[in-house]
């Protein structure tokens, strides 16, 4: 191989790595589900964008962000996604893995009072109980009522979750015994 091949091989190689480092970089920051102010009626909308598609555009220059996902379609489908502009500017804070993570900041178990950690969204998430003592996993709740389900829900520990579900479903095969 001669020098010119092979640095134009090298040169080939470090763009190739850049244009693949900067498609990685835009499909994480805008993969997700996020909350936004639809900017029609001013209510909240679960939206999604297509990441994959900013991530291609990203190999080339800048990524030209769309919507794939609206709480508020088909109906409003044909819309000029004005939203967009508060994903551009705050990607991470409508996040809804960040505003629940950080909604439970702070807080602690409704059943056992401990204290949240760090949230593992993979293995074994917290979830959140209502009023009637009926608790839900964040995949239960539809992502426009995050707001309210946030206002009006406590949180609760998996372990709690699933030993408070088992006993809604099955009281009879519980047996209650009084602390020492």
Known sequence: MTPYTLLFVA???VIVVFGLLRSLGAYRKFRGNRIISCPENHRPAAVRV??????????????????SECSRW?????????????????????????????????????????????????????AVVNEQGDSFEWNEIPLEHLQQTLSTHWPVCWNCHIAEAFRRRHPELVTDRPAH
Not at 54 to 60: K, P
Not at 108 to 116: A, D, E, K
Request: glycine share 10%; with cysteine; hydrophobic share 40%.
């Open 11 to 13: 040169g080939a190689l």
């Open 74 to 126: 088909p109906g409003m489908a044909g819309c000029g996604q004005e939203c967009l502009s508060q994903i551009q500017e705050a990607p991470k804070a409508c996040l809804v893995s960040n505003i629940v993570s950080r909604w439970y900041e702070g807080r602690r178990c409704l059943y056992c009072h401990r204290p949240f950690g760090e949230i593992h969204w993979h293995d074994h998430p917290p």
């Open 50 to 67: 297509a990441a994959a598609k900013a991530a291609i555009q990203a190999t080339i220059g800048t990524a030209h962000l769309q919507l």
